[in-house]
């Protein structure tokens, strides 16, 4: 699962594709779910970013 992180919020999506202009994000049945431009993508993360080993570390 990827997190696309947008300036008004956030989209989940199962894969991606970067092409031209900015990246395509596909649901788990390969159906797009939107296009974000590059100058509109503040960060892709995989959701193991979210994860942390030890929650009593900041």
Known sequence: MYRAILPNG???A???EHVENGVELYDED???LA???YA???ALLT???YEREDPDVM
């Open 30 to 32: 390969d159906e797009m």
């Open 14 to 16: 199962e894969t991606y």
């Open 47 to 49: 959701e193991s970013a």
């Open 40 to 42: 509109n993508l503040e």
């Open 35 to 37: 296009f974000v431009p």
């Open 10 to 12: 956030q989209l989940e």
